[in-house]
């Protein structure tokens, strides 16, 4: 059984400073109005690692001030393309110089190891920032030949001010997913981090500042949905709202918005997502991508692939395989190099995990392996596999966000597209089979946003990814999501005595 390497009780890694505490708004580290604190716990030991100053509405609206007269009366939205690509440039080498810090505050504060947060997770957040920065000088419209005496082009313009709310699994990366594009674009904007993992963003804030993003321009306030959240949602002055949460939360984000001022909003919602393994895989390659697909991040990415159809030919040597690898998982303290799956994220969290695994037993599901926590300090979870799973099952049909996997098996293509569709959601799917005609069918048939072929999370800032059905709409990555803080204004004039249309 996979165990807790060196758990927490020898130190592994000289914990971080923590420098940054307060709210940033308008270019300045500031107490909350109400002077409120709360506290940001490490989910490796349950210790407050700090207090955390609480943003709350009277702080949203002060954020939304400074943002707005950003946006109308300061330089970000009028320098040229190139302008703001250099600057983006300069954070992010900041961000390159500050990566050893910035992977340690992620993994105390979220629970990340230590290791992939050094070496993607950060440095990818420097590279979301050159990429946007580089689409910054070609923000085009067009020329337009109209089918009367008339002459117009388009012009894609910043959508204004925006609220980005992020969740709490990824605080870099969603970070920088939302705030690149969108400061590439032109706009200005309020950040919410989640109040779980609020030591990132505020970091990020301050090396902003040092990078010369003027003031206004990026404003961090930690606090909670209900409050700072909603205060974000239903502002009048607030033009977009970017959102990656639970479902539930994805409609009170619309209906704020449509209350208001009929915000835009993207949502990037909750997954059920389906990885379909054919009788001709590779047995080695097919656990190896199961096994990722469901414990990558402990289970806290909204694409894990937490439901695992396996072809019958295949499936007793493919769940044997499984097994041990599973076995031989590391779990424990995220800075020891040799673990691959750190805490969950906080003690509701983990409570929440283990009730679904306590609601699999009772429906009858077959604990393969795992189901139960590891050591007698923070929030760790045995990897967790079950078997003889049906699809009307709760653990298979409700997002667990967490190492826990249904495991099922199909006879035909033809069952296996009905049972990866067989679900609210559609965010993501992967399919691993070495007939090409299969994979084009499948593919085409799943109703999902991103399908990944004999691979998982081949994520790439370059391609759009997002949601079908109660998945949300709106798509990260990519120029799409470049596109949707623009908005196109069309601007035509007459053509007198023109010798053609």
Known sequence: MAGLRNGSTKPLFKLPEIKFTKLFIDGEFVDSVSGKTFETIDPRTGEVIARIAEGDKEDIDLAVKAARRAFDHGPWPRFSGAERRRLMWKFADLIEEHVEELAALDALDAGK???RAKTAEIPGAAEFLRFFAGAADKIHGEVLKMSSELQGYTLREPVGVVGHIIPWNFPTTMFFMKVSPALAAGCTMIVKPAEQTPLTALYYAHLAKLAGIPDGVLNVVPG?????????CSHMD??????TGSTDVGRLVMQAAAASNLKQVSLELGGKSPLLIFDDADLDTATDIALLGNLYNKGEICVASSRVFVQEGIYDKFEKKLLAKAKAWVVGDPFDPAVRQGPQISKRHFDRILSYIEHGKREGATLLTGGKPIGDKGH???????????EDMIIAKEEIFGPVMALMKFKTVEEAIKSANNTQYGLAAGIVTKDLNVANTVSRSIRAGIIWINCYFGFSMDCPYGGYKMSGFGRE?????????????SVVTP???????
Do not use: H, R
């Not at 909670?224 to 974000?232: Q, S, V, Y």
């Not at 607030?238 to 959102?243: E, Q």
């Not at 760790?380 to 049906?390: A, G, L």
């Not at 053509?495 to 249309?501: C, D, K, Q, V």
């Open 113 to 115: 190891v230590y290791l």
């Open 238 to 243: 607030i033009d977009y709202v970017c959102f």
């Open 224 to 232: 909670f949905g209900p409050t700072a959240g909603a205060a974000i």
């Open 495 to 501: 053509t007198y005595n023109s010798p053609w249309l």
């Open 380 to 390: 760790y979870i045995e990897p967790t596999i079950f078997t003889n799973v049906k």
């Open 477 to 489: 990555y990519g120029l799409e999501s470049l596109y949707k803080y623009l908005q196109i204004k």
